[in-house]
């Protein structure tokens, strides 16, 4: 396992051709973070970490990922960064491949957002596409990464000049046209791999995903320009007829012709009001549940460690004697074979109304971690698994009975 100063690699999160991403924790303050690993040789994270630092991200306020650090080892170049959620592409395999059109409208409105954002800082992407969307840690933002391709399309508020016979860059399947043509980028064509990226989510895949199969270079990607220009007229099809006429207004786009962000925003509110339909994310449910149950846990074991408190000051003989706060010796075992004797709570006994809402034996289990009880000791399910208790953050004002 690579070695990084301050940080404990924990598990890799992704690869591609830009290398690897780990899910990392700071040894120090034990937060943890997103570390993207790319050989010595390659200088893209280091082009990425003063991107980010420009673009000042942040999940919860401009979808950009955060930066911490960049530096070198003897063997990697490292970047680390906020951590973010699960991929649009692992989302999409969860929904049968495909997004329902609320969800596209949805997407699509944050997708905006974010590439105005970064077009409004003189950067373009150049490498829109499905796996460079992650969900924020709550769902509920679809945030831009790896701009391991990006670059400043302003030099000294100028526009760079157009260039042909450009090096391709990007993703085949979702690079634009002019990219497959050799014309430089510009902000077009994030915007045209956007509505590729869109249509991929809607449909499940590309019409011409499958025309460059066992290519390579050259090869491939003038197998999928073919493709692209056979389908191009009829990949909206089955969509709004806002959506055909946004991708045509990006075509028509000039290199140097700042985009009218404002009027994708007015077609896909035209869509919602026309067909009366409300944009949300597929997995919204999902997560506003476990939110929800997130959220009972923490009240419900707050009630009880305030409940716990206020009876410790109502006098040891009386709390000895009552057996809604009746207490126990408990024995933990320690990794090192230490044995140490606590008073605990026995939440089994409480009685309290709040824990009605844990019918389920995973729910409950989370609730005894989240006061810092041994399962061990507990029998209420005869058929515990006590491995499964998951790890919850502790409670600052946790109080248990002492004897």
């Known amino acids: 396992m690579q070695k990084i100063p ?22 120090h303050n034990n937060q943890f973070h997103a570390i993207k690993l790319t050989k010595s040789s390659e200088k893209s994270n280091a082009k990425e970490a003063r991107i980010l630092k420009n673009l000042k991200g942040s999940q919860s306020e401009n979808g950009i990922p955060k930066y911490h650090d ?3 080892t003897s063997d990697h170049n490292f970047l680390v960064m906020e951590l973010l959620g699960k991929s649009l592409q692992k989302e999409q395999i969860r929904h049968n491949g495909a997004f329902s059109l609320s969800c596209t409208i949805a997407i699509g409105q944050q997708m905006l957002e974010r590439i105005e954002y970064i ?6 992407h150049r490498d829109i596409k499905p796996p460079q969307l992650l969900l924020s840690e709550d769902g509920t933002k679809i945030c831009l990464v790896d701009f391991g391709l990006g670059t400043k399309y302003l030099i000294e508020k100028n526009h760079k000049p157009f260039k ?15 990219t497959h043509m050799g014309f430089k980028q510009s902000r077009r064509d994030d915007l045209e791999s956007m509505f590729y990226t869109l249509a991929c989510l809607k449909l499940g895949k590309l019409p011409w995903q499958e025309s460059f199969h066992g290519l390579e270079g050259i090869d491939k990607w003038n197998a999928c320009l073919t493709s692209k220009m056979i389908h191009l007229a009829s990949l909206f099809n089955g969509f709004p007829v806002e959506f055909m006429h946004m991708f045509q207004y990006v075509r028509l786009l000039g290199y140097d012709q700042k985009p009218d962000y404002g009027y994708f925003r007015r077609s896909f509110d035209t869509v919602i009001s026309r067909l009366k339909i409300k944009p949300m994310l597929d997995w919204y449910e999902r997560y506003n549940r476990v939110r929800k149950i997130s959220c009972a846990e923490t009240v419900t074991s707050m009630s009880c460690s305030r409940k716990a408190e206020n009876t410790s000051y109502s006098g040891a003989k009386g709390a000895r004697h009552n057996k809604r706060y009746r207490r126990r010796k408990s024995i933990r075992k320690y990794s090192e074979g230490d044995i140490k004797h606590s008073d605990v709570l026995d939440t089994e006994i409480c009685n309290y109304p709040e824990l009605k809402i844990y019918d389920d034996k ?18 209420i399910f005869e058929d515990y698994d006590p491995t499964n208790e998951g790890i919850l953050p502790s409670i600052s004002n946790r109080n248990l009975l002492k004897g």
């Not at 051709?17 to 924790?25: D, L, N, P, S």
């Not at 077009?119 to 373009?124: A, E, Q, R, V």
């Not at 006061?371 to 061990?376: F, M, N, Q, T, V």
């Open 119 to 124: 077009h409004s800082k003189s950067i373009i």
């Open 362 to 379: 995973n729910q409950f289990i989370r609730f005894r971690s989240c006061l810092g009880l041994e399962l061990r000791n507990s029998n």
């Open 70 to 72: 960049h530096g070198t």
């Open 6 to 27: 301050n940080y404990e690699i924990l598990e890799e999160l992704g690869s591609g051709g830009y290398g690897k991403v780990f899910k990392g924790r700071h040894i």
């Open 164 to 178: 042909i016979k450009s090096k391709t860059k990007g993703s085949v399947p979702f690079a634009s046209i002019n």
